[in-house]
């Protein structure tokens, strides 16, 4: 697969070199409704400025192991990517390939108007390196008005995960399922690290998901409560949840047959597809009693050591995702919150409001791990807790086993 994949990508690149020195090739991996239409928002402002795009797009739940570095080490790099780990970056520049933007954002002005929760995310070591594209809280949990009216639940009023347990039954009773969950490894990976910052607060969220993790913070009792509240939620999906798509288990919700699901909030893209209004149609809110929430900050990379005249159109195209009123349009067909504070007004529905309302607090936001924490490190703790969620059998405390030894083999 990868070379019939990498042979697309070269041809790809011989047909652009052919038609035009600005043709730029786009590496991502969306694919639902709303990312598409909002990656057009992009493709359109690029092609204002005279640009094309080829797309080279990998779904992430398509399994496949094709990423960003097996295209630069393969001899075929994008121009543009979507990328949040720092270590990408650091591995472009010790490449000659990095392409640090604090130059530009600087003489462009364009960091004053981005919270600093959104700076923090796009800066590696010292340099800015990513272009900020959207905001989306990754455990925000959304509900149907009409169900939780008809079940006669308000989840808005819930102060704490158990408030929400306890209205299980009754939803139940009222003929619905009370929450949505995809059981796809991913999802149940953003779920868990949602719920660490949810119960464990930010000293818990930053000791297990930090740049430099602590290990004293495996065999806790912080960790002892996600994992007995990540087994709840598995006690609570429904029989069709084993490998359903996120975008599935959100229409579960829209078409009230669930309460709700809690997600990534990028799932407000379905509802608005669909014709629901926030406030009306769906509420939102964070993970009852939570005490943090992490964000997740989409961003694009750009290829360093390129000629003069593809560097400018790479720049053109940070301009472009940059630019407010592009901002307010990305936002509005992906169902994400603009990065930039003076976006116009009218993309803030009820649900972009709540988010920046959320997010007034700076001690109340964690980073999405992708932006901070090692790769392999990441993805051994979403397979212990992906098999803990598959094994009902499998003990809090043979879990933190796997933890631990996943830990001294990586890191320690």
Not at 7 to 33: E, F, P, Q, R
Not at 51 to 73: K, Q
Not at 210 to 239: C, K, N
């Amino acid at each position: 697969m990868l070379k019939s994949i990498l042979g697309g990508v070269t041809a790809a690149l011989m047909l652009s070199s052919a038609a035009s020195a600005t043709d730029l090739i786009i590496y991502h991996n969306w694919s639902s409704g709303p990312e598409v239409a909002a990656l057009n928002v992009l493709k359109a402002g690029l092609e204002a400025k005279g640009h094309t795009w080829t797309d080279i797009a990998i779904p992430h739940d398509t399994g496949s192991n094709v990423n960003l570095m097996n295209l630069v080490t393969g001899g075929t790099p994008p121009n543009v990517f979507l990328e949040s780990s720092p270590g990408v970056y650091r591995d472009l520049i010790g490449l000659g390939l990095g392409r640090p933007l604090t130059e530009f954002f600087t003489e462009q002005g364009i960091l004053e108007h981005y919270p600093t929760s959104v700076v923090s995310s796009i800066t590696v070591d010292g340099e800015i390196m990513k272009i900020p594209t959207a905001i989306h809280i990754d455990g925000m949990a959304y509900y149907n008005m009409d169900v939780a009216k008809a079940a006669g639940v308000d989840p808005a009023s819930w102060n704490s995960l158990d408030a929400m347990f306890a209205d299980f039954q009754k939803i139940r009773d009222a003929g619905y399922i009370p929450i949505a969950i995809g059981g796809q490894q991913w999802q149940v990976g953003y779920l868990t690290h949602a719920l660490a910052a949810a119960t464990g607060g930010p000293e818990f969220y930053n000791g297990l998901y930090g740049a430099e993790p602590d290990p004293s913070v495996i065999d806790s009792a912080d960790m002892r409560t996600l994992l007995e509240t990540l087994r709840r939620f598995q006690q609570e999906a429904d029989e069709g949840s084993v490998n359903r798509e996120w975008n599935v288990t959100t229409n579960m919700v829209i078409t009230g047959k669930a309460l709700m699901q809690i997600h990534g909030d990028w799932m407000k893209g379905e509802w608005t597809a669909a014709g629901k209004v926030a406030g009306t149609d769906f509420g939102c809110v964070q993970i009852p009693g939570a005490k943090a929430v992490p964000v997740t900050v989409d961003s694009w990379g750009i290829l360093g050591g390129q000629p003069a005249d593809v560097d400018a159109a790479e720049l053109d195209f940070a301009a472009v995702v940059a630019d407010p009123q592009i901002q307010a349009d990305f936002s509005a067909a992906k169902g994400s919150t603009p990065t930039r504070l003076d976006a116009p007004a009218e993309v803030l529905d009820a649900c972009s409001t709540e988010v920046l309302h959320i997010l007034e607090d700076a001690d109340h936001q964690v980073p999405n791990p992708h932006s901070t924490v090692d790769a392999d490190w990441q993805n051994s703790i979403w397979d212990v807790v992906f098999n803990f969620w598959s094994d009902p059998s499998m003990s809090v405390d043979d879990a933190i086993a796997q933890i631990q030894e996943n830990y001294d083999i990586i890191l320690g």
